[in-house]
């Protein structure tokens, strides 16, 4: 019922931009936080960054003032925009909103940086 659709990501050369975006379908109950998280195999999935439902942002230190999100709750939709990636930047990109009691993701979106 509910669903989360990431779309934006693909191959980018270091130092290039990426914009990804996610948009929410469904009811979900009492929903406060959105974010990123990002996996690679073998690894655990990783908060990059997470906007509180007041705009308050935070971010994993290796893309502080690279990366920035943001929301908009009319669209029901959250992005992420990405500069001055680097190669340690790939992975799958999933997006995450907290309803009470759960949280919901969508499928992914594969960022590949590479020359």
């Known amino acids: 019922q509910v669903q989360l659709v990431e779309s934006g990501g693909g191959l980018v050369q270091p130092g290039g931009s990426l914009r990804l975006s996610c948009v929410i379908s469904?009811?979900?109950?009492?929903?406060?936080?959105m974010g990123w998280y990002r996996q690679v195999p073998g690894k655990l999935r990783e908060v990059v960054a997470l906007?509180?439902?007041?705009?308050?942002?935070s971010y994993v230190d290796s893309v502080k003032g690279r990366f920035t999100i943001s929301r908009d709750n009319a669209k029901n939709m959250v992005y992420l925009q990405m500069n001055s990636l680097k190669p340690e930047d790939t992975g799958v990109y999933y997006c995450?909103?907290?309803?009470?009691?759960?949280?919901?993701w969508g499928q992914g979106t594969q960022v590949t940086v590479s020359s």
């Open positions: 469904g009811s979900i109950l009492g929903i406060n936080a």
């Open positions: 995450n909103a907290e309803g009470v009691g759960r949280f919901y």
């Open positions: 906007i509180a439902s007041g705009g308050t942002t």
